[in-house]
């Protein structure tokens, strides 16, 4: 990759996601830094390194819980970017969000990168009494909307959540996380796969980890790989005393991207099957993607859009995603169907290499990123 000498600079921000997120990092400023940006990145407790291009810059905050992190390490990476002088910001937070009317006042282009329909999300945490959720969802859209339509562009992580945008700010485009074709891996022989299965990612009841785990009870001759952090101790607590988990559970904790290929090259099908809560429905699971690219069955939750993606391109199957019963018949029918297991992974692979990559995704970003460069130095 060349920097021009009067490269335009940008930066992004995030306060909740870590330097090397794969969204913000690994696809959206690896691509721009190859492009010839010049980009940063301002992460909380970062290492500060130049990495592909990209140069990570530490807001340095003592760890904190939840809510100090909204306000402090928020205002933190907001000050330490502010410091860079960029050409275009670019923030991956809802709360950053006040910090935006902030940059613009400054003349700055900023770009709202939406990962996912918050006030959708916002419905279903547990940590908000469930008297008070839909009032503050409505409040938080209202507060999100107002300054969404004066930024600059609105990128969201999928069409459902663009189509909100679009409505505010005619300047919205979904930009997938569809997977990296440069991290396709070789497909391993199904013959030499064990028989396990894996879910990877977040681990929280909300994305149904409780009733896979139950489905196991169900399943013989099978172990669950289970890779991720969980988002609270008191329920890590309860599945890890359970003896289906102590039996058939093998728990790798937090891994790097090149153990969950690992990961995904000895099992023979992925799961994401999320319970169906509003910010679930029209989501689509960075891992649902990944699975598909390693070459092995879905098995996911029966919402309508993944319907589409999971069984139109017949490369996995649809469950009730809070029937445990019905999640293991379908893990029992791929285990005992090795070649329509085989047939569906195949199935799934291809269509990522057709349609669902990053590389299509990257080009709308470039260009993007573009026409803001061209009005930036017009003005």
């Given amino acids: 990759m060349t920097i021009q000498p009067n490269a335009i600079k940008v930066c992004h921000m995030t306060s909740a996601h870590p330097a090397d997120d794969v969204r913000i990092f690994h696809k959206e400023c690896v691509t721009l830094a190859n492009a010839g940006f010049q980009v940063f990145l301002v992460a909380a407790n970062a290492q500060e390194e130049i990495v592909k291009g990209v140069q990570i810059v530490s807001a340095n905050v003592p760890p904190a819980g939840r809510f100090s992190r909204m306000l402090k390490t928020s205002k933190a990476v907001y000050k330490k970017a ?41 419905m279903g945490k547990f940590w908000i009494n469930k008297y008070i959720r839909r009032s503050t969802a409505f409040c938080f859209r209202m507060f999100e909307n107002f300054i969404a339509n004066r930024l ?48 990877i990612g977040g681990i929280s009841q909300i994305r149904g980890i409780e009733e896979l ?109 809070e029937n445990s019963l019905e999640i293991a018949e379908a893990i029992n029918f791929l285990m005992k169907n090795p070649e329509e297991s085989e047939r569906m992974g195949a199935n799934g692979r291809k269509i990522i290499l057709e349609k669902y990559n990053w590389e299509a995704e990257g080009k709308k970003l470039i260009a993007i990123y573009t026409e803001l460069s061209n009005t930036s130095l017009r003005s």
């Fill in 82 to 122: 502010l410091t860079l002088d960029a050409d275009i910001y670019h923030f991956h937070d809802p709360e950053l969000l006040p910090y935006a009317l902030r940059l613009k006042r400054r003349g700055k282009k900023v770009i709202y990168d939406a990962h996912e329909d918050v006030p959708k999300q916002i």
């Fill in 213 to 321: 785990v139950h489905a196991m009870n169900h399943v013989e001759g099978v172990k669950l790989n289970i890779a991720g952090k969980f988002s609270q101790v008191s329920f890590e607590e309860r599945l890890k005393s359970t003896v289906v988990w102590k039996d058939k559970v093998i728990d790798f904790g937090f891994v790097t991207r090149k153990q969950t290929a690992q990961i995904m090259a000895n099992s023979k099908i992925g799961i994401v099957t999320f319970l169906p809560l509003p910010n679930h429905v029209d989501a689509q699971p960075n891992k649902m993607f990944e699975y598909m690219s390693a070459g092995i069955p879905v098995i996911g939750s029966d919402f309508p859009l993944w319907r589409e993606i999971i069984v139109k391109n017949n490369c996995g199957l649809c469950v009730d995603p």
């Fill in 152 to 199: 600059d562009h609105i990128l969201t992580a999928t069409p459902f959540i663009r189509d909100r945008f679009s409505a505010i700010n005619s300047n919205a485009t979904d930009i997938n996380n569809f997977p990296l074709l440069s991290e396709l891996q070789e497909q391993s022989d199904w013959n030499i796969k064990k028989d396990e299965i894996c879910y």
